[in-house]
């Protein structure tokens, strides 16, 4: 995690961009008048939405914890994925 000033930010956007995507840093602006700003990749985005969505649901998320149980019981079955 970073944490760096608006007027940083600004100065080195791209940079901060690429360490946000490639480097999959938690960017923190910090501003003196107002709150913080979290800056991070678009796929780091995807994934907090999504365990959001699969948290927010108890049905869903207990049945999902019972499978993650078999898989590592070893109940798990292979399959191949279908063609789309």
Do not use: H, W
Request: aromatic share 10%.
């Amino acid at each position: 995690m970073i944490a760096t000033n608006y007027s940083d930010v600004r100065q080195n956007f791209k940079e901060y961009c690429d360490k946000a995507t490639y480097d999959f840093e938690t960017i923190i602006v910090t501003r003196e008048r107002g709150e913080n700003v979290v800056i991070i990749s678009e796929s780091e985005y995807n994934n907090l939405l999504e365990n959001l969505y699969v948290r927010s649901n108890p049905e869903y998320y207990n049945e999902l914890l019972q499978s993650i149980e078999q898989l590592k019981k070893g109940r798990g079955k292979k399959r191949e994925l279908l063609d789309e």
